[in-house]
């Protein structure tokens, strides 16, 4: 049986592509950049701040990067949720999956992560969440998810991560969980085919856990 669900949040939870767009512009309005639309920055998340912001800045001095990176963080930890929203049907999905522990593990820095969860109202249904600032290595890395199974005493073959891009696909791969990939999410779904499973709506979880339940059941010969 499925005992942990392990989920990314941008880009499979919550859809926080306008935020993060106008957090950027804001921290970048000072320098002259050209404003970035939603489908740029949807195209530059996914590795965490420091990444972005590397990606955004270009060969600006060390100086200018990090204070395009503080005025990101201080704006958009003040704007978490202007616009953010979860994607259609992940609270009622997420809250009748009882029986099964959920974590979050999130590139984005831990504080934000917990902050956003509690604002959506969705911090209430997760055990344990872990930032790219958690722990000393973040995703695509399996060490992540090694630490929250070690958290929440289970094991890979009880797990899954449920997430948007290659980055997840990869972690899970490494860690020997089962990888479900949204297609609704931040990246197009011809970049999600080395997961387990592809689905088009968080609605459509609970039967892949169920067909996943069906084969572990088969091979233990319950």
Sequence with gaps: MIRLLIFDLDGTLVDSSIDITNALNHALSPFGNPKLTVAQTIGLVGEGVTRLIEKVAGDDSPERRDDILQRFVTYYAAHLTDATRPYPGVVQTIGKLTGRRKAVISNKREFMSRRLLTDLGLMRYIDVVLGGDSIDEKKPSPKPLFHVMKLLETDPEESVIVGDSIIDIQAGKAAGVKTIAVSYGFRAA??????????????????????????GNRRSGR
């Design 190 to 215: 011809d970049t999600l085919r080395d997961a387990d499973f592809i689905i088009d709506s968080i609605v459509d979880l609970p039967v892949v856990l169920e067909r996943l339940d069906a084969l």
